[in-house]
């Protein structure tokens, strides 16, 4: 069974970074796309950045364009969010989620809606003080 353990949120100023980590283990990290979600209080759960399995990336423009970079480290089986330049609308749980490829044709695939991911981690809380 996949788990999926995030770290490296917490309370940062405005215009601060954090690098958050996602650590995968019970299934082949190797041929999952990995995909970086956030929600905060009152709103839907929102796409951020995601990996394919052989590292294309795609990132929600309005939310992450040119601040934050996602990166993946197949020797560790871990997944990062790198986010600089942080605002207070940054604010917010951030999840990791998994999509297992279904076939080498699945490779290049990086969802970036929530229904298609099968695993998720139990979220880890940025704060961006203003």
């Known amino acids: 069974q996949v788990q999926l353990v995030e770290s490296g949120g917490g309370l940062v100023q405005a215009g601060g970074s954090l690098r958050l980590s996602c650590v995968f283990s019970?299934?082949?990290?190797?041929?999952?796309?990995m995909g970086w979600f956030r929600q905060a209080p009152g709103k839907e759960r929102e796409f951020v950045a995601g990996?394919?399995?052989?590292?294309?990336?795609?990132y929600n423009l309005d939310s992450a364009k040119g601040r934050f970079t996602i990166s993946r480290d197949n020797a560790k089986d871990t997944v990062y969010l790198q986010m600089n330049s942080l605002k207070h609308e940054d604010t917010a749980v951030y999840y990791c989620a998994a999509y297992s490829a279904h076939s080498s044709s699945d490779y290049y695939t990086i969802p970036t809606r929530s229904h298609e991911y099968t695993d998720w981690g139990q979220g880890t809380q940025v704060t961006v003080s203003s």
């Open positions: 990996i394919s399995v052989i590292g294309h990336t795609t």
């Open positions: 019970g299934g082949t990290f190797g041929t999952c796309a």
